[in-house]
Protein backbone atom coordinates (compact mmCIF):
# COMPACT_ATOMS: atom_id res chain seq x y z
CA UNK A 1 0.00 0.00 0.00
CA UNK A 2 1.06 3.55 -0.89
CA UNK A 3 2.58 5.47 2.28
CA UNK A 4 0.38 8.61 1.87
CA UNK A 5 2.00 9.72 5.28
CA UNK A 6 4.06 13.15 6.33
CA UNK A 7 5.98 14.46 3.15
CA UNK A 8 3.54 12.53 0.49
CA UNK A 9 3.19 14.66 -2.80
CA UNK A 10 -0.80 15.27 -2.56
CA UNK A 11 -1.33 13.81 -5.75
CA UNK A 12 -0.19 10.11 -4.76
CA UNK A 13 -3.32 8.76 -3.81
CA UNK A 14 -4.96 10.12 -6.73
CA UNK A 15 -2.15 8.50 -8.86
CA UNK A 16 -3.12 5.55 -6.94
CA UNK A 17 -6.20 5.06 -7.59
CA UNK A 18 -6.50 6.21 -11.01
CA UNK A 19 -3.77 3.50 -11.72
CA UNK A 20 -6.21 0.66 -10.14
CA UNK A 21 -8.88 1.94 -11.68
CA UNK A 22 -6.67 2.14 -15.39
CA UNK A 23 -6.17 -1.72 -14.59
CA UNK A 24 -2.59 -1.41 -13.14
CA UNK A 25 -1.68 -3.63 -10.32
CA UNK A 26 0.04 -1.89 -7.30
CA UNK A 27 3.18 -3.66 -6.27
CA UNK A 28 4.50 -1.35 -3.69
CA UNK A 29 5.95 2.09 -3.10
CA UNK A 30 8.94 3.99 -1.67
CA UNK A 31 9.46 7.49 -0.26
CA UNK A 32 12.21 9.77 -0.98
CA UNK A 33 13.35 12.71 0.35
CA UNK A 34 11.91 14.96 -2.94
CA UNK A 35 9.18 12.05 -4.41
CA UNK A 36 7.13 8.51 -3.91
CA UNK A 37 7.85 5.70 -5.77
CA UNK A 38 4.92 3.81 -6.87
CA UNK A 39 5.87 0.09 -8.04
CA UNK A 40 3.71 -1.24 -10.18
CA UNK A 41 2.39 -3.19 -13.57
CA UNK A 42 -0.07 -3.70 -16.58
CA UNK A 43 -0.80 -7.12 -18.65
CA UNK A 44 -0.57 -5.41 -22.52
CA UNK A 45 -2.79 -6.72 -25.34
CA UNK A 46 -0.56 -9.52 -25.30
CA UNK A 47 -1.14 -10.63 -22.60
CA UNK A 48 2.67 -9.36 -21.48
CA UNK A 49 3.15 -8.02 -18.26
CA UNK A 50 4.69 -4.70 -17.56
CA UNK A 51 6.27 -3.34 -15.16
CA UNK A 52 6.72 0.16 -14.45
CA UNK A 53 8.50 2.34 -11.47
CA UNK A 54 6.54 5.77 -11.53
CA UNK A 55 7.84 8.81 -9.22
CA UNK A 56 5.49 11.32 -8.18
CA UNK A 57 6.59 14.36 -6.72
CA UNK A 58 5.07 17.89 -6.04
CA UNK A 59 8.46 19.98 -6.37
CA UNK A 60 8.53 21.98 -9.40
CA UNK A 61 11.30 20.08 -10.52
CA UNK A 62 13.65 17.20 -9.91
CA UNK A 63 17.48 17.77 -10.32
CA UNK A 64 19.20 16.40 -12.66
CA UNK A 65 20.87 13.94 -10.38
CA UNK A 66 17.45 12.71 -8.85
CA UNK A 67 16.39 11.81 -12.39
CA UNK A 68 19.34 9.72 -13.29
CA UNK A 69 19.04 8.18 -9.44
CA UNK A 70 15.30 7.30 -10.67
CA UNK A 71 16.13 6.22 -14.10
CA UNK A 72 18.81 4.02 -12.62
CA UNK A 73 16.50 2.47 -10.00
CA UNK A 74 13.92 1.38 -12.47
CA UNK A 75 16.77 -0.24 -14.60
CA UNK A 76 18.05 -2.38 -11.24
CA UNK A 77 14.70 -3.62 -11.03
CA UNK A 78 14.08 -4.01 -14.86
CA UNK A 79 11.05 -1.60 -14.53
CA UNK A 80 10.41 1.39 -17.12
CA UNK A 81 10.17 5.06 -15.15
CA UNK A 82 7.77 7.07 -15.64
CA UNK A 83 8.35 10.45 -13.76
CA UNK A 84 5.14 13.19 -12.83
CA UNK A 85 6.21 16.70 -11.80
CA UNK A 86 3.85 19.66 -11.83
CA UNK A 87 5.15 20.49 -15.51
CA UNK A 88 6.24 18.34 -18.33
CA UNK A 89 10.09 18.52 -19.37
CA UNK A 90 11.91 16.32 -21.57
CA UNK A 91 12.35 13.58 -19.11
CA UNK A 92 8.96 13.80 -16.79
CA UNK A 93 5.57 14.28 -17.90
CA UNK A 94 3.41 16.44 -16.37
CA UNK A 95 0.01 15.44 -13.98
CA UNK A 96 -2.45 16.79 -16.73
CA UNK A 97 -0.73 14.84 -18.96
CA UNK A 98 -0.49 11.48 -17.39
CA UNK A 99 -3.96 11.84 -15.72
CA UNK A 100 -5.06 12.54 -19.41
CA UNK A 101 -3.32 9.69 -20.97
CA UNK A 102 -5.08 7.62 -18.30
CA UNK A 103 -8.92 8.82 -18.71
CA UNK A 104 -9.23 11.19 -16.50
CA UNK A 105 -8.24 11.28 -12.64
CA UNK A 106 -10.01 9.38 -9.61
CA UNK A 107 -10.28 12.09 -7.11
CA UNK A 108 -11.84 9.26 -4.54
CA UNK A 109 -13.35 5.76 -4.01
CA UNK A 110 -16.65 7.18 -3.35
CA UNK A 111 -18.27 6.02 -6.78
CA UNK A 112 -16.61 3.13 -7.06
CA UNK A 113 -17.18 1.15 -3.58
CA UNK A 114 -19.72 -1.50 -3.69
CA UNK A 115 -22.69 1.00 -1.84
CA UNK A 116 -22.34 3.82 -3.82
CA UNK A 117 -25.44 2.71 -6.29
CA UNK A 118 -27.77 1.61 -3.43
CA UNK A 119 -27.11 5.19 -2.05
CA UNK A 120 -27.10 6.89 -4.36
CA UNK A 121 -30.67 5.75 -5.64
CA UNK A 122 -31.56 5.91 -1.91
CA UNK A 123 -30.38 9.41 -0.63
CA UNK A 124 -31.88 10.98 -4.56
CA UNK A 125 -35.42 9.96 -3.13
CA UNK A 126 -34.58 11.81 0.03
CA UNK A 127 -33.85 8.66 2.11
CA UNK A 128 -31.02 7.99 4.15
CA UNK A 129 -28.97 5.16 2.68
CA UNK A 130 -28.30 2.06 5.22
CA UNK A 131 -25.86 2.68 7.67
CA UNK A 132 -26.22 6.03 7.73
CA UNK A 133 -27.88 7.96 10.62
CA UNK A 134 -25.83 11.32 11.18
CA UNK A 135 -26.90 13.04 8.50
CA UNK A 136 -29.62 15.01 6.21
CA UNK A 137 -30.59 12.85 2.98
CA UNK A 138 -30.35 15.42 0.71
CA UNK A 139 -26.69 16.73 1.66
CA UNK A 140 -26.26 13.04 1.05
CA UNK A 141 -27.66 13.47 -2.24
CA UNK A 142 -26.04 15.89 -2.75
CA UNK A 143 -22.04 14.35 -2.17
CA UNK A 144 -22.98 11.49 -4.30
CA UNK A 145 -23.53 13.38 -7.05
CA UNK A 146 -20.72 14.97 -6.81
CA UNK A 147 -18.69 12.08 -6.54
CA UNK A 148 -20.30 10.45 -9.43
CA UNK A 149 -19.44 13.52 -11.84
CA UNK A 150 -16.00 13.58 -10.30
CA UNK A 151 -15.18 10.16 -11.58
CA UNK A 152 -16.98 10.57 -15.18
CA UNK A 153 -15.18 13.56 -15.66
CA UNK A 154 -12.05 12.82 -14.20
CA UNK A 155 -12.04 16.21 -12.16
CA UNK A 156 -12.43 17.75 -8.78
CA UNK A 157 -16.04 18.79 -8.39
CA UNK A 158 -16.53 22.51 -6.15
CA UNK A 159 -18.94 21.69 -3.85
CA UNK A 160 -21.02 24.81 -2.69
CA UNK A 161 -24.77 24.46 -1.79
CA UNK A 162 -25.74 23.06 1.71
CA UNK A 163 -21.91 23.46 2.23
CA UNK A 164 -22.10 27.37 1.96
CA UNK A 165 -25.46 28.04 4.18
CA UNK A 166 -26.98 31.53 3.68
CA UNK A 167 -25.86 32.13 0.05
CA UNK A 168 -27.50 31.38 -3.11
CA UNK A 169 -25.75 29.40 -4.96
CA UNK A 170 -26.27 25.88 -7.30
CA UNK A 171 -24.53 22.78 -5.40
CA UNK A 172 -21.65 22.45 -7.20
CA UNK A 173 -19.48 23.50 -10.30
CA UNK A 174 -18.07 20.21 -12.25
CA UNK A 175 -15.32 20.73 -14.68
CA UNK A 176 -15.15 18.56 -18.13
CA UNK A 177 -12.29 17.36 -19.57
CA UNK A 178 -12.90 20.18 -22.22
CA UNK A 179 -11.89 22.47 -19.10
CA UNK A 180 -15.98 23.57 -19.76
CA UNK A 181 -17.83 24.33 -16.58
CA UNK A 182 -20.99 22.75 -15.64
CA UNK A 183 -23.53 24.27 -13.07
CA UNK A 184 -24.95 21.30 -10.90
CA UNK A 185 -27.92 21.54 -8.48
CA UNK A 186 -29.28 18.41 -6.50
CA UNK A 187 -32.83 18.23 -5.53
CA UNK A 188 -33.43 15.06 -3.63
CA UNK A 189 -37.39 13.77 -4.02
CA UNK A 190 -39.20 11.07 -2.82
CA UNK A 191 -41.78 11.08 -5.69
CA UNK A 192 -39.65 13.18 -8.34
CA UNK A 193 -38.99 16.61 -8.54
CA UNK A 194 -41.25 19.03 -10.32
CA UNK A 195 -39.72 21.36 -12.60
CA UNK A 196 -42.17 24.51 -12.86
CA UNK A 197 -40.22 27.85 -13.54
CA UNK A 198 -40.24 29.55 -10.44
CA UNK A 199 -38.09 26.81 -9.07
CA UNK A 200 -35.62 27.29 -11.56
CA UNK A 201 -35.32 30.98 -11.39
CA UNK A 202 -32.64 30.79 -8.74
CA UNK A 203 -30.72 28.62 -10.90
CA UNK A 204 -31.26 31.11 -13.61
CA UNK A 205 -29.90 34.18 -12.04
CA UNK A 206 -26.79 32.12 -10.72
CA UNK A 207 -25.91 31.18 -14.39
CA UNK A 208 -26.25 34.19 -15.25
CA UNK A 209 -23.62 35.48 -12.80
CA UNK A 210 -21.19 33.06 -13.06
CA UNK A 211 -20.90 33.89 -16.51
CA UNK A 212 -20.15 37.23 -16.00
CA UNK A 213 -17.53 35.59 -13.19
CA UNK A 214 -15.86 33.09 -15.47
CA UNK A 215 -15.42 35.26 -18.31
CA UNK A 216 -12.37 35.21 -19.89
CA UNK A 217 -11.10 32.19 -17.53
CA UNK A 218 -13.18 29.36 -18.51
CA UNK A 219 -16.24 28.59 -20.59
CA UNK A 220 -19.96 27.88 -18.78
CA UNK A 221 -21.32 25.50 -20.90
CA UNK A 222 -24.55 24.37 -19.35
CA UNK A 223 -26.88 23.99 -15.97
CA UNK A 224 -27.60 19.86 -14.70
CA UNK A 225 -30.01 19.27 -12.25
CA UNK A 226 -29.84 16.01 -10.66
CA UNK A 227 -32.65 14.26 -9.14
CA UNK A 228 -34.97 10.59 -8.14
CA UNK A 229 -36.87 11.65 -11.39
CA UNK A 230 -38.70 14.37 -12.95
CA UNK A 231 -42.47 14.34 -13.33
CA UNK A 232 -42.80 16.42 -16.38
CA UNK A 233 -42.21 14.12 -19.49
CA UNK A 234 -39.38 14.85 -22.07
CA UNK A 235 -41.11 16.91 -24.49
CA UNK A 236 -41.93 19.69 -20.75
CA UNK A 237 -38.48 19.37 -20.49
CA UNK A 238 -37.29 20.56 -23.52
CA UNK A 239 -39.64 23.72 -23.58
CA UNK A 240 -38.17 24.26 -19.89
CA UNK A 241 -34.21 23.90 -21.54
CA UNK A 242 -35.51 26.23 -24.44
CA UNK A 243 -36.84 28.89 -21.69
CA UNK A 244 -33.62 28.37 -19.62
CA UNK A 245 -31.19 29.07 -22.58
CA UNK A 246 -33.32 32.16 -23.59
CA UNK A 247 -32.70 33.47 -20.35
CA UNK A 248 -29.32 31.86 -19.44
CA UNK A 249 -27.76 31.53 -22.38
CA UNK A 250 -26.63 28.22 -21.66
CA UNK A 251 -28.97 24.57 -21.86
CA UNK A 252 -30.34 23.22 -19.31
CA UNK A 253 -30.10 19.54 -19.05
CA UNK A 254 -31.65 16.62 -16.50
CA UNK A 255 -30.56 13.31 -15.14
CA UNK A 256 -32.56 10.59 -13.28
CA UNK A 257 -30.21 9.25 -10.20
CA UNK A 258 -30.31 5.58 -11.44
CA UNK A 259 -29.14 7.49 -15.24
CA UNK A 260 -26.34 8.59 -13.48
CA UNK A 261 -25.34 5.66 -11.65
CA UNK A 262 -25.54 3.50 -14.82
CA UNK A 263 -23.22 5.99 -16.13
CA UNK A 264 -20.63 5.63 -13.31
CA UNK A 265 -20.75 1.76 -13.98
CA UNK A 266 -20.28 2.48 -17.98
CA UNK A 267 -17.00 3.93 -16.77
CA UNK A 268 -16.02 1.49 -14.21
CA UNK A 269 -15.52 -0.60 -17.24
CA UNK A 270 -14.27 2.12 -19.73
CA UNK A 271 -11.97 4.26 -17.65
CA UNK A 272 -10.06 5.53 -20.32
CA UNK A 273 -12.34 6.58 -23.02
CA UNK A 274 -14.04 9.69 -20.52
CA UNK A 275 -11.81 12.26 -21.85
CA UNK A 276 -12.86 11.02 -25.18
CA UNK A 277 -16.53 11.76 -24.61
CA UNK A 278 -18.35 14.59 -26.18
CA UNK A 279 -19.79 15.68 -22.73
CA UNK A 280 -20.96 18.68 -24.31
CA UNK A 281 -23.12 16.85 -26.71
CA UNK A 282 -24.28 14.95 -23.91
CA UNK A 283 -25.11 17.85 -21.83
CA UNK A 284 -26.59 19.99 -24.63
CA UNK A 285 -30.72 19.90 -22.63
CA UNK A 286 -33.59 17.94 -21.58
CA UNK A 287 -33.48 14.67 -20.63
CA UNK A 288 -30.57 12.76 -20.52
CA UNK A 289 -30.34 9.52 -22.09
CA UNK A 290 -28.57 6.23 -21.20
CA UNK A 291 -28.49 5.14 -25.01
CA UNK A 292 -26.77 8.58 -25.89
CA UNK A 293 -23.99 8.09 -23.29
CA UNK A 294 -23.81 4.42 -24.67
CA UNK A 295 -23.68 5.66 -28.48
CA UNK A 296 -20.64 7.96 -27.60
CA UNK A 297 -19.11 5.48 -25.68
CA UNK A 298 -19.28 3.35 -28.45
CA UNK A 299 -17.86 5.87 -30.86
CA UNK A 300 -14.75 6.66 -28.71
CA UNK A 301 -13.90 2.64 -28.91
CA UNK A 302 -14.78 2.42 -32.67
CA UNK A 303 -12.86 5.65 -33.84
CA UNK A 304 -9.74 5.82 -31.20
CA UNK A 305 -6.35 4.27 -32.53
CA UNK A 306 -5.28 1.52 -30.30
CA UNK A 307 -2.07 1.64 -28.84
CA UNK A 308 0.31 -0.91 -30.33
CA UNK A 309 -2.38 -2.35 -33.13
Same mark, same amino acid.
Given at each position: ?????????????????????????????????????????? *??? #? !???? @???? $?????????? +?????????????????????????????????? *??? #? !???? @???? $?LSPEYDQ?? +?????????????????????????????????????????????????????????????????????????????????????????????????????????????????????????????????????????????????????????????????????????????????????????????
Open positions: MVDDSHRTPPQTPTATRTLIVAGYSIEGSHRQPGHIEILCKR *TDI #L !GASI @PYLI $AVTDLDELSE +VEIDDIYHSAENQDRIPIIITPISSERTISWEDF *TEA #L !GGAV @PSWQ $AAL +VTAAKNELPIGVTESEAWLIFEDLVSSGLEFIFGRRVRRLGGRVRGRAVSDMQAQMPTGHVLVVDTKASADGFDVIWSELRPLVEYVKRQRVRQHGHVELCGALISSSNFKQDDARLIELCLNFLAEAQVPLSFIDADVLVKTVNLFRENPDARNGIYWNQIFKGGRIRLSSIKKELQAVNDERVKNGV
